[in-house]
Nanobody
Framework: QVQLVESGGGLVQAGGSLRLSCAAS????????MGWFRQAPGKERELVATINLSGDNTYYADSVKGRFSISRDNAKNTVYLQMNSLKPEDTAVYYCAANRGPAIATLSYWYRVWGQGTQVTVSS
């Protein structure tokens, strides 16, 4: 069973950057796709980005396309979310999640393991 721990959240001004990390324990990390989700107060959880097991296929929500980049290092059992040109509307708790299979997945239904979340706050 994979366990996930996010880090790297914080307070940043609009236009700034943050890099989130998600460290995974367990032997199955390199065999599953991964995703980053976020949930803002009063809003539903939404997919931000997803990456397949080999890292050569990614998908981004339209709201972050061109600003965020997902990557993974299977040797370090870690997935990253580089966030640039941050906007106040990016403020949310960000969660990483492990997919049930090797491919990308856009629906939260396909994710079986979730981290505890890390807060990202973007001030205007």
């Amino acid at each position: 069973q994979v366990q996930l721990v996010e880090s790297g959240g914080g307070l940043v001004q609009a236009g700034g950057s943050l890099r989130l990390s998600c460290a995974a324990s367990g032997r199955t990390f390199s065999s599953v796709g991964m995703g980053w989700f976020r949930q803002a107060p009063g809003k539903e959880r939404e997919l931000v980005a997803t990456i397949n097991l080999s890292g050569d296929n990614t998908y981004y929500a339209d709201s972050v396309k061109g600003r965020f980049s997902i990557s993974r290092d299977n040797a370090k059992n870690t997935v990253y979310l580089q966030m640039n040109s941050l906007k106040p509307e990016d403020t949310a708790v960000y969660y990483c999640a492990a997919n049930r299979g090797p491919a990308i997945a856009t629906l939260s239904y396909w994710y079986r393991v979730w981290g505890q979340g890390t807060q990202v706050t973007v001030s205007s």
